[in-house]
């Protein structure tokens, strides 16, 4: 995939899971990678060294994208490194906390559909001006979407599922400007994601539905000389 060197690359929630691997799979391919994260600064600069160790240029940014002036801020100063943004990868997301219906507050809310919703969108808004014919803007979004989550995940379901619709309707969008819009939708993935969230009874449950009897990996099948973090005993979240 050599016509990917040199391609500049943003992915949100970079710092741990998917988005790690990812961040290091385009450093692999020689790619500029920015590499956002929010509070885990530490795993971000590990992800970042990873990237340049692969071949590839990284710039490390913060910001709490549940806030659409982080989303702007984060675009910009990726934008202004990298002089464009070829690809972003609106992975940044997470299920926040499982909360019953009759437990659901305004604060909740703001977090789970803010996190998961505003990040995407309100990055994508700030990331098209930067972004020329051919570019491509990949969503996370997950099979919660599809078959509503396990207990409590109603807001993080819901969110998942605007995802996935906004996706089709951005792609269409998009399309004069010759930028491609898709998504993503993760299955049970052993990252770290979602060690406060499942217990190992419910992972097993999760891996007993898979026709293959096994649950992901965010790793490629060939890791080569990348050095991603190993599975835990977890899962994105359902």
Not at 37 to 51: D, F, H, L, T
Not at 104 to 115: A, N, Q, T, W, Y
Not at 202 to 209: D, I, N, V
């Amino acid at each position: 995939m050599d016509d990917l060197k040199g391609k500049v690359v943003l992915v949100t929630g970079a710092s741990t899971g998917i988005g790690a691997a990812c961040a290091k799979a385009f450093g692999a391919l020689g790619c500029k990678v920015a590499v956002h994260y929010n509070s885990s600064k530490a795993a971000a600069m590990a992800v970042a060294e990873a990237v340049e160790k692969a071949g590839g240029e990284a710039l490390v940014v913060q910001g709490d994208l549940r806030l659409t002036a982080d989303c702007e801020r984060v675009v910009t100063e990726t934008a202004k490194r990298f002089k464009r943004i070829d690809v972003l990868i609106n992975n940044a997301g997470a299920l926040v906390k499982r909360v019953p219906i009759t437990d659901v507050s305004d604060e909740i809310f703001d977090d789970i559909v803010g996190l998961n919703v505003r990040s995407m969108l309100m990055c994508t808004k700030y990331a098209v001006p930067h972004m020329a014919r051919g570019s491509s803007i990949i969503n996370l979004t997950s099979i919660a979407a599809r078959n509503g989550g396990g207990p409590g995940a109603s807001l993080y379901a819901g969110s998942k599922g605007f995802v996935s619709t906004a996706t089709k309707s951005l792609a269409k969008e998009l399309a004069g400007r010759q930028i491609r819009v898709n998504a993503v939708a993760p299955g049970v993935i052993t990252t770290p994601f979602h060690d406060k969230f499942s217990t190992p009874e419910q992972l097993e449950a999760m891996r007993l539905t898979i026709p293959m009897a096994r649950l992901g990996s965010a790793r490629p099948t060939n890791a080569s000389a990348l050095s991603f973090t190993s599975p835990r005993k977890s899962c994105p979240a359902m």
